[in-house]
């Protein structure tokens, strides 16, 4: 549709009606007819280069477990636009909000918990992209959510505000970038998993200020510098870790790396970091990764630095090699420690027997206390078909394999296997499993280990899919939840031991052309432990769905029910069911 000279649009969207009941034992019992839908208006003005923009409303219709039913009938909009998409200052600015919708609270394992709850958003941007001259952008956004776990009374909230600042220049063979990032979060969250009773509530601001410089080199080489400055502050109040104050973390990290390829076999290379705030860089480390911000300190009387260097060469075409040695100093938990180690890889890319790859690393490591360990990597790989079955696997090994920390050594194994199999046109199997375990020294109890088993049958009109998911080990509580511990140095403070296994299954019937009946069915428990309290949590849900398609026309079904369970919150566990029926219709307005 055009309106007036330059404003161009068109509107789409699908309408629902039908019959919905949902009861349960902490909420009311309501049943009532249901209206419901989503629509998407995109449009531009005078030249989509110039403006343009795009509105998604939608209202009673879940994002979660279907379309149109499920535990929330949430609703909300998002909405963007963009300026001078075709110049050489482009902007654009976003906007979102979903109410009563549900979501997940991280746990170690799967499936999460599950929480209902808000949130909104808001984003601003805008760059300068000047030929000859810096590049220049900047970005703000901004985000506010609360949710509940069901089966407790307790609600969680969040708050954040982030700023970006972006520039690169190229100036005589010299690739220049700079950065500053301001992040701001506050939160609430429950702590009933880790042993408390109350709340864990955090204030914590961030700027983080860096550049960056890299440039080619003789013998095909290049080379790249950083230097990044980071300075974390906050209050923070703590049941579960019986601790509250503030902290305050400043780390400055310097990297240098330089390689070289003199000849099409050989290959060199030189790094050298340096990190006057090593427990810092940890902590950063885990926010980065974005597992939340941890829920308590650590010491901050820490640095490093390390100089490597080392060599890679082709023996042949797929026999491969490669020689490292690593120089380190570190000063962290009032001791100071100096060692290096040396690192020998032989690989072969080349199936062997059409069937596998390997690949070894041996690693001798010392120190000043003349302490000494031998480590080995290991990595073999295979993929093979026997007819028609096709099978994959993989097997990875470690012992003793150094840390950041270097009185620190990390051991693990981590294992896949995959099967499949198709039987003429119509269908095929696939089985697949996984496994993992993990631990440090020095740091008695740090295990984490998880398995996995998943499969799936087509069968011409059904799909089928099962799965099995076992874990236990040591994590943290974070921002987002339970987290498993992933870095030694890490002070027993807040640990929470858990041991979890979740198992599901779904099924997909198309019995005639435009049917759809659909079912899934997910259980999990679990168990946490911390600060001498141990809770028992369980996680029940299913849900199924029926679909016809008539042309636009859809007659839709549902069913939910689902009921979850945290014994350290102290409140009974909370169920509920709900049920709907109706039909929807998409529909191009304009």
């Known amino acids: 549709m055009q309106v007036g000279d330059d404003v161009r649009m068109n509107l789409n969207g699908l309408l629902t009606a039908g019959y919905t009941g949902n009861y349960g034992n902490n909420i009311p019992s309501n049943h009532n007819l249901e209206f419901g839908g989503d629509a998407n208006l995109n449009g531009s003005y005078y030249d989509p280069n110039f403006l343009s923009f795009s509105i998604a409303p939608f209202y009673n219709q879940s994002r979660a477990n279907s379309n149109f039913q499920s535990l929330t009938d949430s609703s909300g909009v998002s909405a963007n636009v963009n300026l001078f998409s075709g110049s050489r200052f482009p902007g654009y600015a976003t906007y979102n909000y979903v109410d009563n919708s549900t979501g997940t609270y991280g746990l170690v394992g799967s499936p999460n918990f599950t929480t209902v709850g808000k949130s909104q958003g808001f984003g601003v941007g805008w760059s300068a992209l000047i030929p000859d001259w810096p590049t220049f952008s900047v970005n703000y956004s901004q985000g506010t ?19 970006n600042l972006r520039s690169s220049y190229a100036l005589k063979g010299w690739r220049l970038g700079g950065q500053y990032d301001h992040i701001n979060i506050s939160s609430t969250l429950p702590t009933f998993l880790g042993g408390g009773v109350g709340t864990n509530t955090s204030d914590f601001v961030g700027n983080d200020f860096g550049v960056n410089a890299n440039r080619s080199l003789p013998w095909h080489g290049s080379m790249a510098i950083t230097y990044n400055h980071f300075k974390y502050s906050g209050d923070f109040e703590s049941t579960l870790a019986q601790n509250s104050g503030n902290t305050d973390y400043t780390t400055d990290t310097e990297t240098f790396n330089a ?14 970091t340096f990190t006057n705030n090593l427990n810092g860089f940890l902590y950063q480390s885990i926010a980065n990764t974005g597992a939340g911000l941890p829920l308590f300190q650590f010491d901050t009387q820490s640095n490093s630095s390390t100089l490597s260097a080392g060599a890679n060469y082709n023996f042949t075409k797929n026999l491969y090699g490669q020689a490292q040695l690593t120089y380190y100093d570190q000063s962290y938990l009032g001791s100071s420690y100096e060692g290096t180690y040396f690192s020998g890889t032989v690989g072969y890319g080349k199936r062997i027997l059409n069937i596998l790859t390997v690949s070894a690393t041996v690693i001798e490591s010392s120190n000043q206390f003349a302490n000494s360990s031998l480590g080995l990597i290991g990595n073999l790989n295979a993929f093979h078909r026997f007819g028609l079955w096709e099978t994959s696997g993989n097997f990875s090994y470690a012992q003793n394999v150094q840390t950041l920390l270097i009185t620190y050594t990390a051991s693990y194994y981590n294992y896949s296997g995959n099967l499949h199999r198709r039987f003429g046109n ?6 697949a499993f996984n496994g993992t375990h993990t631990g440090f020294s020095q740091q008695p109890g740090t295990i984490n280990h998880s398995e996995g088993f ?14 099995y998911i076992k874990s236990r080990g040591q994590a943290i509580l974070t921002s987002t939840g339970i987290q498993p511990i992933t870095s030694p140095g890490l002070a027993p403070l807040g640990w929470i031991v858990y041991n979890g296994e979740s198992y599901g ?15 899934a069915y997910a259980h999990a428990t679990s168990d946490t432990l911390s600060g001498g309290i141990l809770s028992n949590n369980r996680t029940e849900i299913f849900y199924s769905q029926l679909q016809y398609r008539l042309r636009k026309i859809n007659v839709l079904a549902g069913y939910t029910k689902f009921s979850q369970g945290i014994s350290a919150a102290g409140v009974p566990p909370g169920s509920q069911y709900s049920y709907f029926f109706g039909v929807s219709r998409y529909i191009n307005f304009f």
């Not at 299954?505 to 079912?519: C, Q």
């Open 426 to 431: 119509t269908a095929q199997w696939t089985a």
């Open 505 to 519: 299954a779904g099924i997909t019937l198309t019995p005639i052309p435009r049917l759809s009946i659909s079912g």
């Open 145 to 163: 959510g609360s949710g509940t776990i069901y089966g407790t009374d307790e609600e969680s909230n969040s708050a954040t505000h982030t700023l």
């Open 259 to 272: 390689t070289f390829r003199p000849t099409e076999k050989l290959g060199l290379f030189v790094n050298q």
């Open 454 to 467: 998943s499969t799936s049958l087509g069968v011409r009109r059904i799909d089928f899919n099962a799965n």
